[in-house]
Nanobody, 120 residues
């Protein structure tokens, strides 16, 4: 079973930036599409960004132009660069390293998540 470790969250002021990392165990990292999701208190988990095996990307409308997803297959790591952060970006962020790129449906296991808080 793949184990995931998300990191990079924290407290940041509006307009600030954070870079999240998700390190995955396992040897088949490169054959799956991956995604970053977030869950705010009282809300359902939602897809924020997805990246295909060939590097194509897709974003939720709320983060387009501000967030960038990338992957390093050699290091079994997927990243989420978050710029121009807003208070509504506050949530626990999770990665999933086996998703359907077209639908965003996750199939893989979840890590513990990393808290992102945007507040002045």
């Amino acid at each position: 079973q793949v184990q995931l470790v998300e990191s990079g969250g924290g407290l940041v002021q509006p307009g600030g930036s954070l870079r999240l990392s998700c390190a995955a165990s396992g040897s088949r990292f490169s054959i799956y599409a991956m995604g970053w999701y977030r869950q705010a208190p009282g809300k359902q988990r939602e897809l924020v960004a997805a990246i295909s095996t060939s590097g194509n990307t897709n974003y939720a409308d709320s983060v387009k132009g501000r967030f960038t997803i990338s992957r390093d297959n050699a290091k079994n790591t997927v990243f989420l660069q978050m710029n121009s952060l807003k208070p509504e970006d506050t949530a626990v962020y999770y990665c999933n390293t086996n998703i359907n790129y077209g639908s965003g449906v996750p199939f893989g296991s979840w890590g513990q998540g990393t808290q992102v808080t945007v507040s002045s």
